[in-house]
């Protein structure tokens, strides 16, 4: 099975930057993706590392450390419109996805 | 029109009921997926059919069960409510090609 671990709940302010960071303990493992949920809605896909390193889109980079079981969501010059949940995310064999917890960033004038 | 479609949006019925929670994709993708979203604990997988043929459970299927009617189509079934199932569910596709998932807007379920 797998299972994964991220903080509850981040606060930042505009143009700040924020990390969110991801532990998991997988069998399977076959990449780390990150999604975005603004209250009420579906989530989003934002970013997929299946191999190691940093991947870099916009203001968004996801890193990922496969020795490490760890990666981690940088959140760059943080808008309003970035307060929302993000969840990382397990890939598994046939496409499955594990999701965790979530993390709620909430982002202050 | 969205690329994937859930019915109703919202839902209330009660306990011992059947209901039907429905599914449509005009992404063209063969892998189709049932979650439930709990507050706090993210979305967890109820089941997955990755063609019209192939249906398999997912890590919580108990008092569930599902229809692949067309590669487009994919039903969520509660056979008989109970209120623990009151959740927001989602419906997701995706292909290995495109990388992601896409997710309907969901349904709020409320079991009372």
């Known amino acids: 099975g797998q299972s994964l671990e991220q903080p509850s709940e981040v606060t930042a302010v505009e143009g700040a930057i924020v990390q969110i960071n991801c532990t998991y303990q997988t069998s399977g493992f076959y990449g780390l993706s990150w999604y975005q949920q603004h209250d009420g809605g579906a989530p989003t896909f934002l970013s997929y590392n299946a191999l190691d390193g940093l991947e870099e889109t916009g203001r968004f980079s996801s890193f990922l450390s496969r020795s490490d079981s760890y990666g981690y969501l940088l959140l760059q010059e943080l808008q309003m419109k970035d307060s929302a949940s993000y969840f990382c995310?397990?890939?598994?064999?046939?496409?499955?996805?594990?999701f965790g917890g979530g993390t709620r960033v909430l982002v202050k004038p | 029109d969205a690329d994937v479609t859930q019915t109703p949006r919202n839902r209330i019925t009660k306990t011992g009921k059947r209901i039907m929670l429905e599914c449509s994709q005009t992404?063209?993708?063969?892998?189709m997926y049932w979650y439930r979203q709990d507050p706090g604990l993210g979305l967890r997988l109820i089941y997955y059919s990755f063609d019209v043929k192939d249906i398999n459970k997912g890590e919580i299927s108990d008092g569930y069960s599902v229809s692949r009617q067309a590669q487009a189509k994919f039903s969520l079934s509660l056979e008989s409510a109970i209120p623990n199932q009151t959740a927001l569910y989602f419906c997701?596709?995706?292909?290995?090609?495109?990388?992601?998932?896409?997710f309907g807007s969901g349904t709020r379920l409320t079991v009372v």
């Open positions: 997701a596709t995706s292909d290995l090609a495109e990388g992601g998932y896409t």
């Open positions: 995310v397990g890939g598994a064999a046939g496409n499955k996805l594990t």
């Open positions: 992404k063209g993708h063969d892998r």
